[in-house]
């Protein structure tokens, strides 16, 4: 059974937590002094703790530090009078679980420690992947070894030397700026000005001005002269993010100066050569505006001298661990956050499940976030963005076929279900046989039975979506992710409920 230390010098207090933890099952020690706290940490190795942040003589605050010496793993709860904003910030920030002020809030309490308890189960196994700080050393442009992207590591090699526009295609957040830089720095234009602007963050007066620079008093607040990216680059590669956001107009221009690398500057007369390559990308389906007139195609025809195809990160799966080590690493780093080890296999499986709609770029911020929500050494579900975890859960019907199942469906075994209209299994029957069994614990049974069918039902009506349950069923999504696991639901394209299941048999 895991065990709670409750730290406070409030004796009332202590036997008034004590008394409503008695609902769950956990084994509850006291101390009433800093001393005594770590003493019962030293002894017993708790799975969670309830710690006053002003106990006699010291703060609870630096108490925090001595426990996470003993150990970092143990989720600590700070119970306090001070509700200040102050004082619940400096005790997230130095690593505590969560926080809760006084009067308690018992219920409120009891669901903490719950959840307390299971992220100290979790992270008390072996971490399924860790960081990948050697990456970072080297700075690579692409993490991956899948041969999607073996193919685009090719191509780019093919392509590097050779001084032709190159036209980049793929999703947002695949990243094509990166591949538009891997091309640069293989050139034999790398000791040579490298610049990027994306296309669709300025108006199409500011695009071509910056582009092409413009003269003093040619538009309202041109007050001198500016020099445009095509003059700044002279020599170099410049690429342009976004290209089919480019408008008619700008369009026209680029083309005169991919023909013939000549331009003049918006409101002047004079013809200023250059020499730049360029090299542009895109997300959006240039063929198609052509036919509908709102790209040209002769600037596509010169634009796409050579085209590489980027794979969203949902083609390229295999290559999901070695980035979300990579980003690991980097958030780490970046956030000082160097004594995490790593993710959980439950956080791993949800994140190599999850479809990432926002490729590679939404990765490095999902990571990210947990990295700066996670208090232990280990990144539990619990510290995953909600959508993630909500996604990863419910398998659509196009995923049904590639994705891997959970371990059980939402079904659970047993008799048949009565002929109430109500549709609630024969609970007569059910506990007729429970008094002829001469069970001592028929009202849990019974409760359990209910309650097992309710969650079940709930949980078809909204095809598995656990934060809509919660909502039907006014409670917490943990609370749902709790009694999911303890029924033995399992979410897939359906959630079914089989009639027999005993009470024995109920949380298996």
């Not at 933890?21 to 006291?30: A, C, G, K, N, R």
Request: net charge negative.
């Amino acid at each position: 059974m895991p065990t709670a230390l409750v730290v406070d010098d409030d004796r009332s207090l202590r036997f008034l937590i004590q008394r409503s933890l008695e609902s769950i099952p956990v084994d509850v020690i006291t101390a009433a002094t800093a001393e005594e706290a770590l003493s019962l940490m030293s002894d017993r190795r708790p799975d969670v703790v309830l710690l006053d942040i002003m106990l006699p003589g010291r703060s609870g605050l630096d108490v925090l530090y001595d426990i996470q010496a003993i150990d970092r793993r143990i989720p600590v709860i700070f119970v306090t009078a001070d509700s200040g904003s102050a004082t619940a910030i400096e005790a997230m920030q130095r690593g505590a679980y969560d926080y809760i002020s006084k009067p308690i809030d018992l219920p409120q309490l009891t669901h903490l420690v719950q959840n307390a308890i299971r992220a100290r189960q979790l992270m008390s196994v072996s971490v399924a992947l860790v960081a990948d700080h050697d990456s970072l050393a080297i700075d690579k442009a692409f993490v991956g070894r899948s041969p999607e992207i073996l193919q685009v590591f090719k191509a780019i090699g093919r392509v590097a030397a050779q001084d032709v526009p190159v036209l980049i295609r793929g999703e947002s957040g695949t990243g094509k700026e990166l591949v538009a830089q891997a091309i640069y720095q293989h050139s034999d234009r790398r000791d040579q000005p490298y610049m990027a602007i994306n296309c669709a963050a300025l108006p199409d007066t500011l695009l071509e001005s910056e582009l092409f620079g413009h003269e003093k008093g040619s538009f309202t607040g041109a007050d001198r002269r500016r020099i445009g990216k095509f003059e700044q680059c002279h020599g170099g590669t410049l690429f342009l993010d976004e290209v089919g956001d480019m408008a008619p107009v700008v369009q026209g221009k680029v083309l005169r100066l991919l023909q013939e690398q000549k331009f003049e500057r918006v409101g002047g007369n004079e013809t200023i050569s250059t020499n730049v390559r360029i090299i542009t990308a895109t997300n959006r389906p240039l063929e198609q505006m052509v036919e509908d007139k709102t790209f040209r195609s002769d600037v596509l025809f010169r634009l796409n001298g050579v085209t590489i195809h980027l794979p969203p990160l949902r083609e390229r799966r295999g290559d999901i661990p070695l980035l979300l080590k990579y980003f690991l690493g980097k958030s780490q780093k970046e956030l000082n956050k160097q004594h995490i080890e790593g993710l959980s296999p439950e956080s791993l499986e949800i994140l190599v499940k999850y479809r990432w709609p926002g490729n590679v770029r939404e990765m490095q911020s999902v990571v990210q976030q947990a990295v700066l929500n996670t208090v232990g050494p280990i990144i539990i579900p619990e510290f995953l963005p909600r959508e993630v975890v909500t996604d990863s859960a419910v398998l659509r019907p196009d995923d049904h076929s590639s994705a891997p199942k959970p371990a059980a469906v939402a079904e659970t075994h047993a008799a048949e279900t009565s002929n109430d209209p109500s549709g609630i299994p024969d609970l007569a029957a059910f506990i007729e046989e429970r008094i002829q069994a001469r069970t001592t614990n028929l009202s849990a049974e019974v409760i359990e039975r209910v309650e097992k069918y309710m969650f079940t039902r709930v949980l078809q009506s909204t095809n598995g979506n656990q934060s809509q349950a919660a909502e039907i069923l006014g409670i917490t999504r943990g609370k749902v992710r709790d009694r999911v696991e303890a029924f033995g639901i399992s979410l897939l394209r359906s959630v079914k409920v089989d009639s027999e299941t005993s009470a024995e048999g109920a949380a298996h």
